[in-house]
């Protein structure tokens, strides 16, 4: 069973900074896709970002240029930077581990971030 442990929500004014971070337990991180999704209330669940293990990224274009996403194989562990946040951005945001080798497709519990206007 792999558990996702996310940190670094919280309420910012809009056009500042929060760091999302989510440590993976287990032994597969460094092989498998890491993503940022969230969910506003009433909508769907969205993909933010994500990070293959060869480091390669994509972001929805919604966060394009505003967001990053970044990996430390060696602490297990997957990053947001979010940067000029807007209102819009609210949202309570998912770190996700997926692995076709190992049939995984986990979920962490979610960290809450409200962007005040």
């Known amino acids: 069973q792999v558990q996702l442990v996310e940190s670094g929500g919280g309420l910012v004014q809009a056009g500042g900074s929060l760091r999302l971070s989510c440590t993976a337990s287990g032994s597969i991180f460094a092989i498998a896709t890491m993503g940022w999704y969230r969910q506003a209330p009433g909508k769907q669940r969205e993909l933010v970002a994500d990070?293959?293990?060869?480091?390669?990224?994509r972001y929805a274009d919604s966060v394009k240029g505003r967001f990053t996403i970044s990996r430390d194989n060696a602490k297990n562990t997957v990053y947001l930077q979010m940067n000029s946040l807007k209102p819009e951005d609210t949202a309570v945001y998912y770190c996700?581990?997926?692995?076709?080798?190992?049939?995984?497709?986990?979920w962490g519990q979610g960290t809450q971030v409200t962007v005040s206007s």
């Open positions: 990070i293959t293990s060869h480091d390669s990224t």
């Open positions: 996700n581990l997926k692995s076709a080798t190992w049939f995984r497709d986990d």
